[in-house]
């Protein structure tokens, strides 16, 4: 048996990463190292092929667990979308993953492996990640915001992970900062998704497109569907104006987002994460200086924003570390 | 000695409501029944005059629970203003109370009492009455937002008071609904308290009367600090269209931050207290409304929204209660 220097029994759980694009899975120790990691794309046909995937490769790592003599005490499925993180239900995957709603994951797995399944959004296994190993170890008052295709939040407070009544609390993607602003995916107005997301840069760059005539946009121009958030971050070093104009409209609408939360949690740390945190450092650093301007003096001096440390294995590591993080 | 029923020893609190314009302060029991209520106004001098009102006024209490065989086991104390809850401190009463920042109430209070002295926010002391003995009884996940001349905020999630890394927390009333509206007292933009508040309708409405030529509105031009949000909803009341533009705004606004705090904290209800909710509950059905309407349907369909049974003595109830309220 594997075993820490005390002699305690070393606890092992599989993590379970599901995104709109890959699943990614692996087995993880109480150090948060991660073994026999696996990434499959994300079937995009039926909930029904996506769960078949998830069991037989969870059975797979149960399998070598076995033989390894590893002591497996959960399996924990972070996922992209809304969770009933009570029931170990996925409510909806949004518009990111075709099919998964209403999949009772916590039902289904718990009869093939006969371990505790813990289910959660991703957002908030990347916090309980960054809290339990990560740049909030030893705080207690923390706030993720993951910056991907969406916006996704997480919230350590206290000490504990927030859940609120059933498991839906801090959809901070979903936090209006302009109620006469543009229309988001969640069927609200005005949110910081529709602003500094992937998503919502590429968004506001193609508004921008339909009335500019320079020569330098007509690929996109005519191929809008092929604009990402790559493309604005590239023009914005190249300085053209109009992509000027939508980041620093993000950088803005994103300060207000970040001052809404820390006058919401009064937290002591924020960490940023997701891939268009971690390839435009520059970009977290001006939402800094801008929150350190607009927000409450007493509030916003002391609070330390940074960008996570862990890189990509960050959701997966937390997803398995959901049996240890309330402990 | 007071006993209860079950020989178990009552425990009595002195509360202090401390706003900005007067001072309540009474001895409570563990039921919330409220005995010896005083009310004074609050000293526009120096907070000096204010340390030595409370504590001249919490020692006669003192005497009159001793003579009268009262257990007194702390006073606690809710104001209006930023609170260093941990230290027991006044920050700073903002704009509403003369002279009140960097009051060390507890060190002065703890000295003369000889009891454990308890100091938070008037909003915090407001959700912790709801929590313990109002409409967010037995509920675990509650917000309250208090509609006076500012917004306060008091959050209550997982059974527990929301406060933050120094108990800042739960500044609802600067949440940001749209980043390029009118200029707050706190130094943002567009916080709910510039549209939703006592404060802020006025506001709005002194924007407009700017522009109007009408006579009904010429008494208010000529001395626009006469006006307060009263005469706004009854300009309503009588169909007057540059109120119902201010009013319509106000319920808009407000519906973005409950919105926003619902997507933030998954609660189960929201109370809403203070004058402006208590004198036009019209308003909060309105207000409603509208948050069913644009939130997340999983996240807002089941939140109950309601006004305070409390009446006008939560916050000092509260504030006595802050002993009990952890435990």
Known sequence: MHRTRGERLMEYSIGVDIGG???AMAIVDQNGKVFYKNTYPTPNTTNLETMKLLNENVLNLIDIANQESMHLVSVGIGSAGQVDYENGKILSGTVNIKDWN?????????QTTKLPIYVDNDANTFVIAEHQ????KNVND???ITLGTGIGGGVVTGGKVLRGAWGGAAELGHLTVKFDGP??????????ETYASGSGIANRMRERLQNVTSEKFSYYKEHPEKLTSKE??????HDFSEAKEVINLAITALA??????IHTFNPSTIIFGGGLAESNRWFITEVQKKVKEIGLSSLVKDVEIKVSE????????GAAYQVWADK
């Open 21 to 23: 694009t890959k699943i």
């Open 102 to 110: 209403n999949v009772d994951i916590r039902g289904f797995l718990s």
């Open 133 to 136: 190993l990560g740049g909030g």
């Open 142 to 144: 923390i706030i993720s």
């Open 183 to 192: 229309k988001c995916n969640c069927g609200s107005i005005g949110c910081i």
């Open 232 to 237: 604005v971050f590239e023009w914005y070093e």
């Open 256 to 261: 207000y987002g970040v001052v809404n939360v």
């Open 310 to 317: 862990l890189g990509y294995d960050a959701g997966l590591i």
